[in-house]
Nanobody, 118 residues
Framework: QVQLVESGGGLVQAGGSLRLSCAAS????????MGWFRQAPGKEREFVGA????????HYADSLKGRFTISRDNAKNTVYLQMNSLKPEDTAVYYC???????????WGQGTQVTVSS
């Protein structure tokens, strides 16, 4: 069982940056693919990106490449999502997920709200 807790969301102006964090419980963090998803009001949850257990490979939604970066610190059981050049359409609840493959979907966090004002 893995428990995930996101943090770092908030209100930011367009063009700004935010870094989300996701802290995971358990001693096998490095064995999991970690990922981020988001869900905007009235829309389905969409894949943002994922990173393999060792951190050697990253996968991103095509529309977000170049602005969002996923990283992880296995010593801290934490995965990060660095978001730059934010746009109002990035407004959503961002969820952290863990699993055994890409996209990960076995365990989910409670989500953190990101609001980008124009």
């Amino acid at each position: 069982q893995v428990q995930l807790v996101e943090s770092g969301g908030g209100l930011v102006q367009a063009g700004g940056s935010l870094r989300l964090s996701c802290a995971a419980s358990g001693r096998t963090f490095s064995s999991y693919v970690m990922g981020w998803f988001r869900q905007a009001p009235g829309k389905e949850r969409e894949f943002v990106g994922a990173i393999t257990g060792s951190g050697d490979r990253r996968h991103y939604a095509d529309s977000l490449k170049g602005r969002f970066t996923i990283s992880r610190d296995n010593a801290k059981n934490t995965v990060y999502l660095q978001m730059n050049s934010l746009k109002p359409e990035d407004t959503a609840v961002y969820y952290c997920a863990a699993g055994l493959r890409v996209p990960p979907n076995n365990y989910w966090g409670q989500g953190t709200q990101v609001t980008v004002s124009s």
